[in-house]
């Protein structure tokens, strides 16, 4: 019987997700994909996690010569690089895994179009919501509403520019409160740190000019929490995540980590569960 060559795995940022990912395909992918390599924009960062993932010698190398050693990139970098890495992968052929999903948003037909061309595929994990399997099968009926109610810590959108432009004092929240309603679209730009969650749920469902945003600041709340309800010809999903942080980044929930592992895995496996 012909044994199927592995999977070479090349990985685009070693912060939290990356490294995350990087230590999973070592320790229980070895089967059936190897790690072909890494690359950060802080090489010392790539570095230390090639010495962390064991004594196999993991290789560091710069973008070009990685996709090149790769058959699939696992982005987990910043949505201001992720198009272009996808861009550069999927053009040479190979496919690709993105976690900043904001930062293809806009360009998402163009990047599909590449791909296709080059017989490339792109995968997008759920990343830190649940939901995203009936949404797409909901989607082949047709859609009347989606919507995203995500309520955070109110220490969470410290910092952010539209609440002082809207005169939004986060000191003064005591309970739950609505400090944005909207569009995905409008939403990814005046919250960037919610723009991959909003981004997954507009390109699997209706698109981010249609799909509903709100967000609430929470005095009480210890979780991040994503609530996607969605109103169809088929009824009504209501699908509601309580995240816990990822503990090397409190910016980055621990499923979102766990779904990239789960997207690797699908992509390795013969058999696909679930829409
Ligand atoms: N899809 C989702 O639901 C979801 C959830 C959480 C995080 N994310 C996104 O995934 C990405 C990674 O998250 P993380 O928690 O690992 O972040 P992190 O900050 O821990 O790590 C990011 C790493 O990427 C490196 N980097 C930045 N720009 C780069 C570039 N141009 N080329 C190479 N390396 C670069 C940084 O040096 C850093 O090491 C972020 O964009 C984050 O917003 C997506």
Do not use: W
């Amino acid at each position: 019987m012909a044994t199927k060559k592995k999977m070479k795995i090349g990985i685009v940022g070693c912060g939290a997700i990356g490294s995350s990912l990087a230590k999973r395909i070592v320790s229980d992918f070895g089967a059936q994909a190897e790690l072909a390599g890494l690359n950060d924009a802080d090489m010392d960062k790539a570095y230390a996690l090639a010495e962390s993932c064991g004594s196999s010698g993991i290789p560091v190398f710069n973008l070009k010569d990685l996709i090149k050693k790769s058959d699939l990139i696992i982005e987990a970098t910043h949505m201001s690089a992720s198009f272009d890495i996808a861009k550069k992968t999927v053009t040479a052929g190979k496919h690709i895994i993105i976690m900043s999903v904001g930062g293809i948003l806009q360009r998402y037909r163009q990047l599909r179009r590449m791909a296709r061309e080059k017989g490339a595929r792109i995968f997008i994990p759920s990343g830190a919501i649940a939901g995203i399997d009936g949404l797409k099968a909901a989607s082949c009926g047709k859609i009347k509403r989606v919507t995203l109610v995500t309520t955070k810590p109110k220490k969470a959108f410290a910092a952010v520019e539209h609440l002082t432009k809207k005169n939004i004092h986060l000191d003064k929240i005591r309970s739950d409160t609505v400090i944005f309603e909207g569009s995905a679209s409008s939403a990814v730009k005046a919250f960037p740190q919610n723009v991959n969650v909003s981004a997954v749920l507009s390109l699997a469902g209706i698109g981010p000019q249609e799909t509903r945003v709100r967000i609430i600041a929470s005095a009480k709340a210890a979780r991040n929490i994503h609530q996607v309800e969605i109103e169809s010809d088929s009824g009504r999903i209501v699908c509601r995540t309580e995240n816990l942080v990822h503990p090397d980044n409190p910016k980055t929930s621990y499923l979102a980590v766990l779904s990239a592992v789960a997207m690797l895995k699908q992509v390795l496996d013969p058999v696909k569960i679930g829409t």
